[in-house]
């Protein structure tokens, strides 16, 4: 019976509220029951009784306008919610008390719009708590929240919607578009916010973070998809300046996609419209991938040279530069390049120290025997030097060190050309210039 009466009248007053308001002072017409069940309710509710505010609560509800107090609104979804989550292997009433909780959220959007931005917050989060069953229902629900709240939306809203579109798309119930889309409003929305210490811009980072990383496994945004979902909108819209930026921003988080005409027209919008380190490193990768090594490097050096990156930004640029000159044959800058990347950012100096001795190994050097075979003590320098930086690659230094310890000169060759072991000794080659101590096998 207890069931029929709060169903009945959640329907009764969303029905008629509307009607009677105009002709209602503050309590209603049955003002004497509503004052009383709602002193009755309060003061259960406040001791956290819920099982004996809930009758008051009902009767209070029945009595009441919804004008008369915000709070006969929201504690009644409190009320409600306590509700549910006693009958979760009830699963039909459960889904009549989730129904009602709805309808209590859109009364207090109705009637308390000043609070409407919360409520509908709230809505969504139980909406994602208690309608998980119903995926479609789910996403439609969030979908409207988030149209209405825009960039008030809670964060971890956006990833709960983006995550009910994957799982919809995955089981053929949603087109790729319609989930490129709900990451692109998160990414939009989650821009324009901002936040109001340390901590909300972290919890905001993280939740950016958790989007991308979905949007990416998800394999929604495979490259044929991007292509054929933004293609004719960036040829109908050649300058957009918002349009380029999305499609750089996915197109380069998707492997091998950003070797193609449309990311280089996305690219070329952004760095003739908003000339920035951004949109020379988007060229860099462009160039890099079809290995124009020469526009590679001329668009990297100038992200590196740009005055408004930082210096975290561009030790990545540095590492990321000396990784690809060296693959590409130019020991020289790619050694000078990881040298900057560990001057800029320490942080970065386990791997760079690592990369420089893989270019001093690597590198052909002339001369006699010893300057041929000096290079290895200089590697070994640089690999000692990595493991200390970061004990996470200590394996693969030592590893590399025992391969070039290998190529050491004998005691009696060192011998025949002046050198002995713990001598300083300077080594040139490549372009390459480092003091090292000399080495020999036993």
Request: aromatic residues 12%.
């Amino acid at each position: 019976m207890k069931r029929i009466v709060l169903l009945i009248s959640v329907a009764a007053m969303a029905l008629f509220a509307s009607s009677t308001l105009s002709a209602q002072g503050k309590y209603g017409p049955d003002s004497t029951n509503c004052i009383k069940y709602l002193s009755y309710y309060t003061e259960y509710y406040k001791q956290k009784n819920y099982d004996s505010a809930l009758p008051n609560w009902r009767k209070a509800y029945s009595s009441c306008p919804p004008t008369a107090r915000y709070s006969l609104l929201s504690d009644g979804t409190t009320l409600i919610r306590n509700l549910i989550n006693k009958n979760q292997k009830n699963p039909v009433y459960k889904q009549q008390l989730v129904d009602s909780l709805m309808t209590i959220y859109n009364q207090r959007v109705e009637f308390w719009p000043k609070y409407a931005v919360s409520s509908l917050n709230n809505k969504a989060l139980d909406m994602y708590n208690y309608m998980k069953d119903e995926p479609k229902k789910l996403y439609e629900g969030l979908t409207e929240v988030i149209n209405a709240t825009k960039a008030q939306t809670r964060p971890n809203i956006f990833l709960f919607q983006l995550s009910t579109a994957v799982d919809l798309y995955k089981n053929s119930l949603l087109d790729p578009e319609s989930v490129i889309n709900v990451y692109e409003t998160a990414i939009k929305y989650l821009a324009e916010v901002t936040p109001k210490n340390d901590v909300e811009k972290r919890s905001i980072d993280k939740t950016v973070e958790d989007i991308e990383s979905l949007f990416i496994t998800s394999q929604v945004a495979s490259c044929d998809n991007l292509i054929a979902l933004f293609g004719p909108r960036v040829e109908a819209n050649p300058g957009d300046l918002d349009l380029a930026k999305n499609v750089v921003r996915m197109m380069s988080m998707t492997e091998g996609c950003t070797n193609n005409d449309l990311f280089l027209k996305a690219v070329t919008t952004m760095y003739e419209k908003e000339p920035s380190h951004t949109s020379a490193y988007y060229l860099y990768k462009l160039y890099a991938g079809r290995n124009e090594i020469e526009n590679a490097v001329k668009y990297m050096e100038e992200a590196i040279n740009s005055e408004e990156s930082d210096n975290t930004t561009d030790a990545g640029y540095l590492y990321e530069l000396a990784t690809f000159t060296f693959k590409n044959g130019n020991t020289a800058k790619a050694y000078t390049a990881a040298q900057k990347a560990v001057e800029l950012d320490q942080t970065l100096a386990g791997k760079a120290y690592m990369l420089m001795g893989t270019i001093w190994g690597s590198v052909v050097c002339g001369g006699n025997d010893i300057e041929q075979r000096a290079k290895y003590w200089v590697a070994c320098d640089f690999m000692n030097k990595a493991k200390a930086a970061d004990e996470s690659l200590a394996e693969d230094a030592n590893n590399l060190i025992r391969q070039y310890a290998a190529y050491f000169p004998q005691t009696a060759e060192a011998f025949m050309y002046d050198v002995t072991d713990g001598q300083s000794y300077t080594v040139s080659c490549g372009g390459m210039r480092a003091t090292t101590t000399v080495r020999t096998q036993k």
